[in-house]
């Protein structure tokens, strides 16, 4: 679970499950991933741009709050169980392959 604000929460998880809710986890909203891989970790960065990462190197992108996502497939496609980001369009991530480094500028503007 990744809280985005006071009330905005996502939840992700099994089968690239994606699920939001602006309530506070009262009501959930399904958001299509593209991927069915398990969804293991997050980061958020500070202009709103959300990263969310799994198995078979996904790496799904938001920069609208995480109102939809943008599959970035990896190459290798390594699992990804963790992320973190250090700066503006750059993600830090752990995995099968250990870790990596993966900007993000690619996927800029896309919805």
């Known amino acids: 679970m990744l809280p985005l604000t006071r009330d905005a929460l996502l939840a992700y998880g099994l089968r690239g499950n994606l699920f939001s809710s602006q309530d506070a986890g009262g009501s959930w909203q399904r958001i299509d991933t593209g991927t069915a891989a398990m969804l293991d970790g997050a980061a958020t960065f500070g202009d709103g741009t959300v990263a969310i990462v799994g198995l078979s190197g996904v790496v799904l992108v938001s920069h609208d709050g995480g109102k939809s996502f943008v599959l ?27 870790t990596s480094l993966i900007r993000l500028n690619r996927v800029r503007g896309a919805r």
């Open 72 to 98: 970035l497939q990896q190459d290798d496609r390594k699992g990804l169980s963790a992320a973190l980001a250090p700066s503006a369009d750059t993600l830090v991530t752990v995995g099968e392959a250990g």
